[in-house]
């Protein structure tokens, strides 16, 4: 029996309501032997007050040294293994520009690039095009037909746009075009089994129609795909736990993870401020509101400490608002770590809080990973987040007799 | 997917070097309540050091409650499923004398022992021979000839020899013929499947002239047989990791146990100085590097306390040479605990301390049970040291889009 089927099990309803506050990336590491965190160095008097009120831990994405992604470390956050469901960048990035994947269909993320006479890439993301451009040279190649295989270009911003075919039989087993290189060539599409080899005739075709069309179009005069995927099996969340789940996200990629799941998109508006005014709007009618918020995450990837100590405490400053909502269960934690001396995702736990009548205290007092460590959740699978979240919450029945 | 799977599938190769640092038996018990552990109690200095520069925590070999033989717990610091991947004491006996198995052997641990004129065990190490009469007691068995079958004996140490048979489907499914008890004669083998009783008529014949031929030999009049196994299918850590492994071990059974998971056998000499000079040699040839320091264990299941608490420290006094070479990811862990009170092997979770630039510190300050319970790495299981490892050591890259 898996998760999911446990709480399926044992879901019981009820009117409480559950905000999980995702900070991107938000765990850290000090820049010098002996320093601070970027969250041990913000000022977070209300998230210090939910560590007073509630209970902390740390959150493992999917195992000790494992480093996820975005799609993985979010689709833990709502109960799934990670490992398990295994989500390809080309639905995220579809699904996060609001197309419609159906069983059909295979996604990918495509890049423009530049190519010299040779067609060796000399910049990866052609210059960043501003994303009118994009759109442009996206309906330049919605032109471009390729026999037996529906084709959609969809730009998403600035060197990016969504490449997805539509057809009878078509796999998602081929490599990535992007060499993740600059000085050689795309890489030719291969297909690792039968219906992947059918995805990458169709793609070597379309490839070639792109080479023509934007060859008087440099610096954007060649294009890259990676992350090759169909629209996997996933049971929604709402079904296993009867949760009624929205969504408030500014960036797409979120807003796909959460349709994925089967949320509810609200309009988030652009900022954390109006995100909160959302779901002050939703409040009644919802029951599991995901709330992501990016900023943590990208100033982590900048390498900027300073910045994300701001964006930390920027976040603090609306908590209040959240909590005043009265939420029967309110957690806030990071779906990976993203300290800024790595510029990049880490493997590191992630600090987290989780408020609600029936948590049992811990004597942690500041929102911390040091603190954390002192924590009643322990260190903890992410998976076990959203079990903890339902219990929390009154929403899990009895198992077993 | 299991574990191996995902190492092998986010593996990145860098220059970066790992050294793991296996203090057998490290976890202990105090002798009194309220009393101190041996490595609490230990004057450890440099250990300490580790412990504050670095992130500690407390292995759990393989399950809570679960006490490991060296086998499950050796594999288990390597990356393996100890409860998946299981290893017969017979083949690690074989490797450990550099016998090279192949398919078609069944290996097992034999032991002289002593039995009076009704056959009825009377010592079962037979006083402890010397190795040179068990060379020679070895060079008398290897004449016995058994049907179908080809024979091999080989001397360990003292009363300790293996039996290596070596034949078309041989089963590995059959009781030892130790009866772990005196006054009892030597068990007949039993085979539990159709292949293994072929090998159980095969042990009966050999038996049967093994008597006849130590007749005369008393005290080592007998023998016992017991880890019937066949090599096991395990895929090579340096396989799924990238790394060029390394083995610095003085006892047979550790270098056996590195060579069944594709390491290289370095001569390590015959003291832990020899060791940590033969890893400065070899430190530009490998990635990873697994250094067996067996005192801590043997002291322990001695029940000597004060002679377990000066193991210690002097493994501790070598730590400042092997951080001298600077690796990138330093590890000194037990494989499992084995406290002097208990005088055996025990299901402790046991103190581990990783120093790497990319830790995330935490306050611990000096290396002791007590004091890994606050550590960063929390209590975790043994198979994830891996994966820590190679992520502290910028060897993974991310899980997912």
């Not at 965190?37 to 994405?61: K, N, Q």
């Not at 954390?272 to 995901?290: R, S």
């Not at 603090?316 to 993203?338: C, F, Q």
Request: aromatic share 6%; charged share 20%; proline share 7%.
């Amino acid at each position: 029996m898996n998760l999911h089927e446990l709480l399926a099990e044992l879901r019981e309803a009820n009117s409480t309501k559950i905000v999980l506050v995702v900070a991107d990336g938000l765990g850290g590491l000090p820049l010098e032997p002996g320093g601070k965190t970027e969250l041990e160095v913000a000022r977070t008097p209300h998230l210090d007050a939910c560590a007073r009120d509630g209970v902390c831990g740390l959150s493992i994405p999917v195992l000790p040294g494992i480093t996820p992604g975005s799609g993985p470390a979010h689709l833990a956050l709502f109960g799934y293994d990670p490992l398990e469901q295994r989500i390809g960048r080309g639905i995220l990035e579809a699904l996060g520009i609001n197309f419609s994947i159906g069983p059909r269909d295979v996604a990918a993320r495509g890049n423009f690039c530049t190519v010299d006479e040779a067609g060796r890439i000399t910049d990866r993301r052609a210059g960043r095009p501003s994303t009118e451009r994009c759109v442009q040279l996206c309906q330049l190649l919605q032109r471009i037909r390729v026999p037996s295989v529906e084709v959609f270009v969809e730009p998403v911003r600035e060197h990016r746009f969504v490449l997805v075919l539509r057809g009878n039989n078509l796999g998602d087993q081929l490599n990535d075009t992007d060499p993740q290189a600059l000085g050689v060539p795309p890489l030719e599409p291969v297909g690792r089994d039968e219906p992947s080899c059918h995805t990458a005739v169709a793609v070597a075709h379309f490839l070639a129609e792109v080479r023509q069309c934007l060859a008087e179009y440099a610096p954007t005069n060649a294009v890259t795909l990676r992350g090759f995927a169909r629209h996997p099996a996933i049971v929604p969340l709402g079904e296993f736990t009867g949760l009624r789940c929205a969504a408030l996200a500014v960036y797409p990629m979120y807003r796909g993870l959460a349709r994925l799941v089967g949320m509810t998109i609200l309009d988030a508006g652009q900022s954390l401020t109006d995100q909160v005014e959302a779901l002050k709007q939703a409040w009644q009618a919802y029951d599991f509101f995901f709330l992501h918020y990016k900023y943590t995450d990208s100033t982590g990837e900048d390498g900027n400490f300073a910045a994300k100590v701001e964006m930390i405490e920027r976040l603090d400053a609306e908590i209040p608002r959240i909590r005043a909502l009265n939420p029967d269960v309110l957690i806030v934690t990071g779906d990976h770590s993203t300290p800024s001396k790595l510029r990049s995702h880490s493997w590191h736990p992630v600090p987290t809080v989780l408020v609600a009548k029936t948590a049992r205290p811990d004597r942690v007092t500041e929102f911390g990973e040091e603190a954390c460590l002192r924590g009643g959740l322990g260190q903890f699978a992410a998976q076990h987040l959203l079990p903890l979240a339902l219990a929390h919450a009154g929403r899990l029945g009895k198992f077993g007799a």
